[in-house]
């Protein structure tokens, strides 16, 4: 059923995304590394990067979207999910009403944004997580939706591209989260035995339950440069081993030195790269084909 066109009612036309983000002149943000203030539309044009000190700043979902995808040229799909609560849970706050207000804030359904378009003028699914987005926490909805669009890749046979932003399970949805873990690893599993390409970008942060399942199962792992990566965040871990820890712990250069990553890229180098990948893994599979 995945192999058939996406129904009309799942899909986002492109041209509603590609929109440029509506800035009023003279907004300023404050780098949150180096405290300079910057014009938030020079922010925007630089990739959301700090001209002053290159910190990457966070992007939501979408404007990984129109970084990774030829301009215009995509289209979401599976735009229509939506969990509900299935524990009851409350904290502060009633679950349902968090997700109201997420969804407010973000124009979104759920933490994660599914599209399928051309990179570099091959097709390629990209399934992206936004942290404003309840932290990019991955619930139900999350991972149903990173599953169907590694569905989607195995039965088109194209490259899936994960993009991970997030702080892990969704505490919410409790064991219904924890068990989205196990899910999208089997899903990932699926693509790695019928031969599709999978790459998995790491941008800041990826941690947790995202970085215990489907994060850390790309064909290859791609990380922007300074993201935090792990399962546990580096004060438990000093806590528990009750020492200090390296200089560069659980960040991407310190990753990619110890074999845990296997690419570090400042932003401005991902569509390029990404685009490379994509050509080059399509070719050989496709070369691989009897
Ligand atoms: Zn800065």
Redesign the pocket.
Known sequence: MINQPIPKRDRKPSSDLVKPLDIPPGLVET?K??N?R?DKKQLVDNLWV?P????HHRIPAREWLKLLFDPGDYEEFDSNLYTVNPLNFYDSQDYRDRLKSARLKTRLDDACVNARGKIGGMPALVSALDFYFLGGSMGSVVGEKVTRASERALAERIPLITVSCSGGARMQEGMFSLMQMAKTSNACGRLRQAGIPYFSILTDPSTAGVMASFASLGDLIIAEQGALIGFAGPRVIAQTIGGELPVGFQRADFCREHGFVDIVLHRRDMRKIVTRLVRMFTDSMNRALP
């Open positions: 780098c590394k180096c300079e910057i700090c002053k000190c290159d910190h």
